[in-house]
């Protein structure tokens, strides 16, 4: 039986992505006159969907379970992340009471720039997709590395401050931008630049505007600001930042876990982990009749840290947060906790009023406010600052003090 292109995407393609009729359970094998078919994947993948709740799945049930708003670790090359760590690690994370740095951060946040994120934004979702397995994704990836590295370069920071690939096996390389600090104790930013649409992840288009194009520009254009202090370029800084754009996020947090998987290998020391995924997106949160906020997720996430970003947002954004929860595993700071480093989630709005053009064709700019994007700008960059200049030794001997005053 033959379909026209039109009744295929009718079928493929409705309202929400993240709906399937439950009477077409093949509708993704139908390919419009032209296209060929692609080759099912039979290989199985080991996932987590809970802890302790594990699988085995073709890619294609992988989809199936993505299409049904279930999100998952893929942790069929890293089993074992936090194995180390949950050995050795018993301490809670501490963080400052309180932002103090709003003379050295306020001049630095009327550098942001909403028509510097549109730009990247146009270009980024110009891929056809960024399907991590895709040749479309190894490009992006490229690109996203060359504009990260026009950025150290205006600044002229090529001296101190490195940006490369996190090479992986399947052509997506995840990206990592390093400013050196006085100690190697790091704080990481993070947002994943992959997209993917859910019913022909090979085939149909992904611009991937908000998931996670938002998410990509907005920390990009952070980075492009901090090293806009002669301070951190010149490393006066206590901590090292590194800014992370992660592949294969869509696929089960793929490039996250490999990235700190290694980090726990080695012994890095991550004081503090910030994803950003969905920053742009505030149509349904105001058509509910709800103030613009940002959405800070309080599950699964370390909550000193959490605590401390809300104090961020307070100080430095011009609206207000709201906490949500997203379940397990639903970003890539996930990956970082089950490393053992502290790590949390903020997001464009209250989980339940986000983007739903998301994993398809339409998750287009059109939707996006960059107005929002830049409140999570802001809250970027002044986490990024208030926490690369943290004294966290004195901070935590301090803390300790409080507690045996305390006994």
Wanted: net charge negative; aromatic share 10%; glycine share 6%.
């Amino acid at each position: 039986m033959k379909f026209s292109q039109a009744s295929l995407l009718a079928l493929l393609l409705p309202a929400s992505a993240r709906f399937v009729e439950n009477n077409e359970p093949d509708r993704i094998n139908l390919l419009p006159d032209g296209v060929p078919e692609v080759p099912k994947d039979t290989q199985q993948y080991h996932i987590e969907l809970a802890p302790g709740e594990r699988r085995w799945v073709t890619e294609d049930e992988k989809w199936a379970l993505r299409r049904e708003g279930k999100r998952f670790f893929d942790i069929t090359d890293n089993a074992d992340l936090g194995a180390l760590r949950a050995r050795s690690t018993s301490s809670k994370a501490v963080f400052p009471k309180k932002p103090t740095l709003q003379k050295e951060i306020n001049p630095l946040l009327s550098n942001l720039s909403k028509t510097e994120m549109e730009e990247h934004l146009a270009v980024f979702t110009s891929f056809h997709t960024r399907y991590y397995k895709s040749d479309y994704g190894r490009q992006s990836s490229e690109w996203l590395l060359g504009q990260v590295r026009n950025i150290i370069e205006a600044a002229g920071a090529q001296a101190t401050v490195k940006a490369e690939h996190f090479a992986h096996p399947w052509g997506q390389n995840s990206i990592i931008a390093t400013i050196p600090g006085k100690t190697n104790s790091t704080i990481v930013i993070g947002a994943h630049q992959d997209s993917i649409n859910l019913w022909l992840p090979s085939v149909l288009a992904a611009p991937g505007a908000d998931d996670d194009g938002s998410g990509t520009v907005t920390i990009l254009e952070s980075f492009r600001v901090i090293l806009q202090s002669e301070d951190v370029v010149k490393g006066n800084h206590e901590n090292t930042i590194e800014f992370h754009w992660y592949s294969a996020e869509e696929g089960g947090l793929l490039g996250s876990q490999a990235i700190f998987s290694s980090y726990e290998k080695a012994g890095r020391d991550i004081k503090a982990m910030l994803q950003q995924d969905m920053t742009g997106y505030v149509t349904r949160t105001l058509q509910a009749g709800h103030v613009e906020s940002v959405g800070v997720i309080v599950d699964y996430v370390d909550p000193n840290l959490t605590e401390f970003i809300k104090k961020v947002i307070v100080e430095y954004c011009t609206i207000p947060f709201v906490e949500t929860k997203c379940g397990y595993a639903c970003s890539d700071h996930a990956s970082a906790s089950k490393a053992g480093y502290p790590s949390a989630f903020v997001i464009e709005s209250a989980f339940e009023y986000s983007d739903n053009h998301i994993h398809s064709t339409d998750d287009l700019i059109k939707y996006l406010s960059f107005d929002h994007m830049l409140q999570h700008a802001r809250m970027t960059l002044a986490f990024g600052y208030e926490l690369a200049f943290t004294d966290f030794k004195a901070l935590e001997k301090g803390h300790k003090d409080e507690e045996m005053r305390d006994l």
